[in-house]
């Protein structure tokens, strides 16, 4: 079965830290996987897409790895602002037509002053 | 603003109603997605559009049908609501193969 597990579940930070979250995923075959940043009660906006051959892609100061061998990924957030507090959701694609998404539930990163 | 626009912003309603959602796709976007959030879960797949064709089907109950139009806009219908269909239900949109992208999302409230 398909899956992506993210952790943590939630995370709370000071602002200006930086931060790591996590993805591992058992999809397969694999397309791309994404980060998507979602506010509260907002849609989820996409922040980095990485492909089988890709292993690192940056955004800003949003810093996304591959590594297709373990199926893992990462998304470093460097110098937080309270603005980054928000969910962030881990999706693989198991083929090019977007058919086969697979959603993580998120992790929930909360940045206090 | 992503460029996929939803109605209703929110709805309010009673079990057993039926209620239909709303979706503009983004200018150029064949395919169409719908999710459902409950609160604090995850994002579920529904159903996926394309070009007025359904190409995919997730985990969409019985009660709940859609479509996609000529002109590209779909509709979600939710029938016999129940108190546990209360969720924000997004639209998304993409190109082939492209990163979907999401709409404000409908709040659907059943009471």
């Known amino acids: 079965k398909n899956q992506v597990e993210q952790s943590p579940q939630s995370l709370i930070i000071l602002e200006g830290k930086n931060c790591t979250l996590q993805c591992n995923y058992t999809v397969s075959p694999f397309s791309n996987l994404r980060w998507y940043k979602q506010d509260t009660g907002r849609g989820p906006v996409s922040l980095t897409i990485m492909t089988f051959s890709e292993n690192t892609k940056s955004n800003g100061r949003y810093t996304a790895t591959l590594d297709a061998d373990t199926k893992q990924s990462s998304l470093h957030i460097t110098a937080s602002q309270l603005s980054d507090s928000a969910s962030y959701i881990c999706?693989?694609?198991?083929?090019?037509?977007?058919?086969?998404?697979?959603f993580g539930t998120g992790t929930r990163l909360t940045i206090i002053p | 603003d992503s460029g996929v626009t939803q109605t209703p912003k929110h709805l309010i309603t009673a079990t057993g109603q039926r209620v239909t959602l709303r979706c503009s796709p983004r200018s150029g976007d064949l395919s169409v997605y719908w999710y459902q959030q409950s609160l604090d879960q995850g994002l579920q797949f529904l159903i996926q559009?394309?070009?007025?064709?359904?190409?995919a089907k997730g985990n969409i109950l019985e009660r709940f049908s859609a479509q996609q139009f000529p002109d590209l806009h779909s509709e979600l219908n939710l029938s016999s609501l129940e108190l546990g269909d209360s969720a924000l239900y997004f639209c998304a949109s993409s190109v082939e193969g492209g990163a979907p992208v999401f709409g404000p999302g409908t709040r659907l409230t059943v009471l």
């Open positions: 559009y394309y070009n007025g064709e359904e190409r």
């Open positions: 999706v693989v694609s198991g083929n090019f037509g977007n058919e086969k998404l697979t």
